[in-house]
């Protein structure tokens, strides 16, 4: 595939996918192992869109929706507060971008760049 093939093709992605869909596909095309769908807090269900060694990463959608609900929610602020803290307990690093981060191509960017500064993983 040449460069603006590959470019097309993740700007048909961004348009007709979830961005957790187009952040995957940056990933891969960037050559990033990751895990979709991360459970990594033991005896806990929460789950993070992307685990990337150290690095989860939660993209958070429904920001600007009228209304609380999801992430924007007092329930959901509080469940994901405690989601972050457990992770963090354990040695995580977790990055909460918006779909319009992923859309840019900026939580991408900001992935690659943590993953450029730290190396090793939580025991």
């Known amino acids: ?54 690095l989860l990463v939660e993209v958070n959608g429904g920001v600007w929706a009228k209304g609380a609900s999801g992430h924007s929610s007092g329930t959901g602020i509080t469940r994901d507060c405690a989601k972050t803290a457990e992770a963090v307990s354990l040695g995580f690093t977790v990055m909460s971008v918006t779909p319009a981060h992923v859309k840019s191509g900026q939580a991408l960017q900001w992935i690659e760049r943590a993953l450029a500064t730290r190396t090793g993983a939580p025991s």
Request: glycine share 2%; charged share 35%; net charge positive.
């Open 1 to 54: 595939m040449t460069p603006i093939e590959s470019i097309r093709s993740l700007r048909r992605v961004a348009r007709e996918s979830k961005p957790e869909a187009v952040l995957a596909f940056q990933l891969k095309a960037r050559q990033l192992p990751h895990e979709r769908e991360a459970q990594v807090i033991p005896g806990r269900r929460y789950r993070f869109d992307f685990r990337l060694d150290w």
